[in-house]
Every structure is written in C-alpha cells, then in structure tokens.
C-alpha cells in the first residue's frame, strides 16, 4: 500500500487541512464518522472490522484499506478512533497502544481511564447522535463531545471536531455519562414507545402514519421549550376517566398497563413540582 510520507507533525497537518486517520470498527458510528472526516478532507488510512466483508464495505466507502487483523495495522497514522462496543474498548486499545499514536474511544458510557489504562496518549471523541447505515445525517450540526487526557490533546481533539461539525463540547466523563444517559431517555425510551404505538394501531388495523405528524410537532416543541412547559394529554389534565378508559383497553396486556400507570404517576408528579402544588 502506498503510505503518506509527509513530514509535518500530528498538529501540523491538522493545520495543513488533514489528519490520517485509522477507524476501528464497521458499524452505524464508525460509518458516519469516517464519511464526515473524508469529506473534510482528511485521509482514512484503515478500517478494521473482526468481519472482513465489512470492513470492505465502508473501507470502500472512504477510499482506504480494510483489515480484519490488528497485526495488520499501519503505523503511519495519527490518530485511532475506536468506535466499537463498549465491552470491547479495553481490548482493542491494550493492541493498539504499542504503536505509541494517539487514541479516542466514541463512547458515551465509557471513562477515559479505558484507555489510560495503556497509555497517556488518549481521549474522548464522541458524537452525540443516534446513527444508521441508511440514513443521512448532517454531521455539521451533530454534537462532538470530546475529552483528552491532557489540555494539548483536548486541543488538538477539539480542532479535530471542528473540521467536521460547528458544535463542539469539552465534556469530562462524569459529565458524559450524565449525557448518555440523559440521550437513552431522550431518544431510546420515545423509541420504544413509538414501537408501542405502533403495534396498538396495526392490532387494530390503523396505519402508524395516522399519528407520525403528532410525534413530528411533539419533538418539535421539545426544540423551542422546555419540555415539561409544554406536556399535554390526560395525565397533565388530571384526566382519570380517560386514563381508565386507556388502562381497560389494555387488560389483556399487564406490561402496558404498567408502564402506562408508571408514565401517567410521572407526569402527574411532573405538573406538582412546575406548579409548586404541595
């Protein structure tokens, strides 16, 4: 393979306009990083994934090499971003640091000291998004939450990011994991619910596409205000023959009535403290 031989150092070619970068792991953050980080002009050198085909797949993508073997690293890189799943970050970074480079893992859920388990030279670059392969995402917009072992490497993280989005954070890893978390409620969770939603209408031969422009104006309120200002539906109402309407619809399914029960008791509590009811 024909390596990139240019003499200027890691923050040098960062400068320059590009970083050569090496992407450990196939999936849905690995695909949408690699895309933005060439499209910002900077070399992808390799791809690794334990399945080869995939590996191919996105190194193809992004005009760069693919591995299924760490011992087939190149050396001549700057930068390893490890986007695999989080059992396995401690892993690939024990094989990864005798090559002394600097490393960032994009978890959310994931301290730093993963990595500075073997080495100083490490930190956190993680977007704060929910990706798939399939869909579009513009990543100018995505939050970059970074983090770095040292105030050089948060720089140099944080002019990283900046070449790919205009929303960049300098987050520790108490603080992320408040955000991960924060994100499985915020995106997850409603996810599920729509998948709840969903299954109820079809039960009864009704088309989900019936209340995709409810879930629509809902997230887009979210966007103007804060959410509890804005709560309708007849929890907030203190509404309880609908409730018990709802609760007998779903007698023949103890789960759903839990969780509806769990969310309405929620909300109820929600308007108490808004309104400052004793």
Do not use: W
Not at 4 to 24: D, H, K, N
Not at 174 to 197: D, E, G, M, T
């Amino acid at each position: 393979m024909k390596k990139l031989t240019s003499g200027l150092p890691f923050r040098g070619r960062l400068r320059a306009g590009y970083m050569r970068i090496t992407i450990i792991g196939s999936g849905n953050v690995a695909t949408h990083l690699s895309a933005a980080f060439k499209n910002a002009g900077h070399r992808i050198v390799q791809v690794y994934s334990r399945n080869m085909d995939n590996a191919a797949l996105l190194a193809y993508h992004v005009k760069a090499e693919p591995i299924d073997d760490l011992t087939q690293i190149d050396s001549e890189t700057d930068i390893f971003v490890i986007a695999v799943k989080d059992d396995v970050i401690g892993v690939i970074a024990e094989q990864l640091a005798v090559y002394q480079k600097l490393m960032v893992h994009t978890s959310g859920a994931t301290d730093l000291y993963a990595l500075l388990a073997f080495s100083d030279n490490v930190g956190v670059f993680y977007p704060l998004q929910t990706f798939s392969k399939t869909k579009e995402v513009n990543f100018l917009t995505v939050p970059v939450c970074i983090e770095g072992a040292n105030l050089l490497i948060s720089k140099q993280l944080k002019e990283l990011a900046q070449t790919i989005t205009n929303n960049v954070a300098e987050v520790d890893s108490a603080q992320r994991k408040i955000l991960h978390l924060a994100a499985v409620f915020a995106c997850n969770f409603p996810n599920y619910l729509y998948n709840i939603a969903q299954q109820l209408l079809t039960q009864h031969n009704l088309d989900f596409d019936l209340i995709r422009p409810l879930i629509l104006e809902t997230a887009q309120k979210a966007m103007v205000a804060l959410p509890a200002t804005v709560q309708t539906g007849p929890a907030v109402r203190g509404d309880e023959i609908s409730m018990g309407n709802h609760l007998t619809l779903l007698n023949d399914n103890p789960n759903l009535q839990q969780i509806y029960n769990l969310l309405s008791q929620g909300i109820i509590k929600m308007d108490i403290d808004l309104r400052g009811d004793k």
